[in-house]
Each structure stands twice: as C-alpha cells, then as structure tokens.
C-alpha cells in the first residue's frame, strides 16, 4: 500500500463505520414505534402485544384500567393526544366531523395531531371492538368497552353508539369468550371480514340454536354452557374455511 491509498482506506473506513450506526439507530427508532402501536407500519404481532397491554400500561399513568361490568381492559385516558393515528385505523364521519377508531379506541384532530375521545351518540359502525363486554337492559342487548355503549341496528346491518342504559336496569351476562381471536390470511379487507363475521354468525346460530345476541342465547339455562361452545365451533369452523386464523 502507497502513503496515497492509506489515507483514502482510512475515509472508507470511517464511511463504513457511519453507515452502520446510521442503520442501526433507524432500526431502533423503528422498533420503537412498532412496540408502541403508533404509525402505519406497525408489526404483525403488535396484536399480541397489544392483549398483554395490561402488562404495559399498569403503571403509567396514561393509560386506564375500565374495570366497568368486569371489562378489565387498558386504554388511553380521554384527551391523550398522539401525534400519529395508530395502523389500520377506521376513518368515520358523523354530522361533518371526523372521528377515527382503533382497537375499541377513538380520536379526533387536535392540534395538530389525535386526542383520545368519547364517540358522539348515533354514530354508525359495521363492527364492534375487539374486546367488548355483553350487559342486557331488560331484553335489549348493549356491548360496552372504553366507557362507550354500542347497539345492534338491524335495519342497517350495524352497530351504533348508544346513550348508556339505566344502570338499575343493567344485567351482566356472559358474553361469547373473548379468547376467540380471528385473524385474517389472505388480505381481506376490512369490509370483507365484517361480511364474513356476519354471514359466518348468521350459519353457526342456525347450527347450534344458539344467539349470543338474544338474552341467555335464546335457550334454556341449563343448555347455555354446551350451546354456546357449539355456537363457537361452529364459528371457527366457518372462518377458517374463508382463509381466517381462529384462536
């Protein structure tokens, strides 16, 4: 090696070792907001993570336990305010104004980014959260999770948020197990699982005799237990036959 070519070995050298801080600190940064849920590349397994998030949030103070009707579940408190809406979000309009929903959670703009808030009344959905809890007033079923009450519209083929029912009025019940988590594989889209919910629904009452929309599944007590595990594998045996990952 010339005195020329060692200087310039040197510079390489250098270049290299900055090249690969610059890619490992873009690596970690990634990383990050995948494990936050934040952005529209978060990972596959945010899901799982998302499950255990009471393992997350226990201790900060952003997040809340909604421990209303034994619905043990952690969400954002009302007004936290991110600068990125999390993936897979679902954009709704009700009376002009903008509201996006993720994971049982809703945010609006706010300066400059999305605070936590509650869903106006009357605003229509065709699903419900991931994670919802079953309370009955009188024969009327509403499906609560994040302090936020939905009903069944049947005329639409949809839920809408609801004004709270008369808590004296209030029946808890046993809602479907919230251990049965669908995951699509083949890259459905999102309306297309909510057909495929539906029509998968519709097909495992008329198989079990069993509606975990009417009140006791619409059978007698003593059957409820047995029914409602027919009704469940009755759905998971119609999912996954239209390419769904049922847990």
């Known amino acids: 090696m010339n005195a020329q070519e060692e200087p310039d070995m040197k510079v390489k050298k250098m270049m290299g070792t900055g ?23 978060r990972d596959d397994n945010w899901r799982d993570r998302y ?33 990125e809406l999390p993936g897979n979000y679902r954009m709704f ?15 609006r703009p706010w300066e400059g980014g999305f605070a936590v808030v509650l869903p106006p009344i009357g605003l229509v959905l065709p699903f419900l959260p991931p994670f919802y809890t079953t309370i009955w007033a009188g024969d009327i079923p509403y499906y609560y999770a994040n302090d936020v009450y939905y009903r ?8 809408v948020v609801s004004e709270p029912p008369p808590e004296k009025k209030v ?22 699982q909510d057909t495929d919910r539906y029509e998968c629904h519709r097909w495992s009452v008329e198989q079990s005799n069993f509606d ?18 027919e009704y469940q594998r009755a759905m998971k045996a119609c999912l996954e036959g239209r ?4 847990q």
């Open 19 to 41: 090249l690969a801080m610059l890619l490992m600190l873009t690596a970690l940064a990634t990383s990050s907001w995948a494990e936050r849920g934040w952005g529209h590349g």
């Open 51 to 83: 499950q255990d998030r009471g393992q997350e949030h226990h201790q900060d103070h952003d997040w809340v336990l909604d421990k209303r009707y034994e619905h043990n579940q952690y969400y954002p408190r009302q007004g936290y305010v991110v600068q």
């Open 93 to 107: 309009r009700h009376r002009d104004e903008r509201y996006y929903f993720n994971d049982g959670i809703w945010y």
């Open 152 to 159: 069944w519209r049947p005329e639409e083929r949809a839920y």
């Open 171 to 192: 029946v808890e019940d046993a809602a479907i197990p919230k251990e049965l988590f669908v995951y699509p594989k083949n890259g459905q889209s999102q309306e297309q």
């Open 212 to 229: 975990p929309t009417q009140p006791g599944g619409n059978v007698p007590e003593a059957q409820n237990t047995a029914k409602r595990g």
């Open 243 to 246: 390419g769904y990952s049922v």
